[in-house]
């Protein structure tokens, strides 16, 4: 079986501060791990994925995340926040097991402070 | 090069009624996945189409039932519609056995 869990459902930061939203997974198989964005009213973007390559891995608009294994954590952080990434993350895991399926956690809004 | 297209975006019925959701995949995908996305929760998962047929399920009732077409493209049918299946509904395609999807922008359904 797989999830994810998303741990604080609202995170606040000032414009040009650190963003941390934490994603922590539970899978009996070698994981794929991702981050979405949605912004209101539209659908999902992919941030960006894990694909048993490099533990950190880079997306689009500055995000990253680090794969730890042994603390099962797929953490998304960017150095410094913009205005224009308030919006709702969702971490997923998948694995080919399950025929690709993804499992979202229920989501952070990010809003940002001017 | 058109990206994962759904329709309508919005879509507004009562109780008991039926509802028809499209999906069209990005070009060169062959499987289509549905997702059901509540007011303020994750997308869950519904089922998965390759070939025409339903690959994998998730726990939804039989009165979701889906469609994939020759083309790719596929369809989402809800029955005797509920209140409680107000939702965004997503559409992902991606080629069968790769990680991920691209995901579509989402058809808002609201049952009245």
């Known amino acids: 079986a797989q999830s994810v869990t998303q741990l604080g459902s609202h995170v606040s930061v000032s414009e040009g501060a650190l963003v941390l939203l934490r994603c922590n997974y539970s899978?009996?198989?070698?994981?794929?791990l991702f981050w979405y964005v949605q912004y209101p009213n539209q659908g999902l973007q992919l941030l960006l994925k894990?694909?048993?390559?490099?533990?950190l891995v880079k997306g689009i608009n500055g995000f990253e995340a680090e794969f730890k294994k042994s603390e099962t954590s797929f953490h998304l952080t960017k150095p410094s926040a913009h205005m224009s990434d308030a919006a709702e993350y969702f971490c997923?895991?998948?694995?080919?097991?399950?025929?690709?399926?993804?499992?979202f956690g229920t989501g952070t809004s990010l809003t940002v402070i001017p | 090069d058109a990206g994962v297209t759904q329709s309508p975006t919005h879509l507004i019925k009562t109780r008991g009624q039926q509802v028809t959701l499209r999906c069209s995949p990005k070009?060169?995908?062959?499987?289509v996945s549905w997702y059901q996305q509540a007011l303020g929760q994750g997308p869950q998962f519904i089922f998965q189409?390759?070939?025409?047929?339903?690959?994998q399920r998730g726990n939804f009732p039989d009165r979701f039932s889906g469609h994939q077409f020759p083309n790719y493209s596929s369809e989402l049918n809800v029955n005797a519609l509920l209140l409680g299946d107000s939702a965004l509904y997503l559409c992902?395609?991606?080629?069968?056995?790769?990680?991920?999807?691209?995901f579509g922008p989402g058809t808002r359904l609201t049952v009245l």
């Open positions: 997923a895991v998948s694995s080919a097991d399950t025929g690709n399926q993804f499992y």
């Open positions: 070009s060169g995908h062959d499987t």
């Open positions: 992902a395609s991606t080629i069968l056995g790769n990680s991920g999807g691209d």
């Open positions: 189409y390759y070939e025409e047929e339903e690959r």
């Open positions: 894990y694909t048993s390559a490099a533990t």
């Open positions: 899978s009996s198989v070698p994981p794929y």
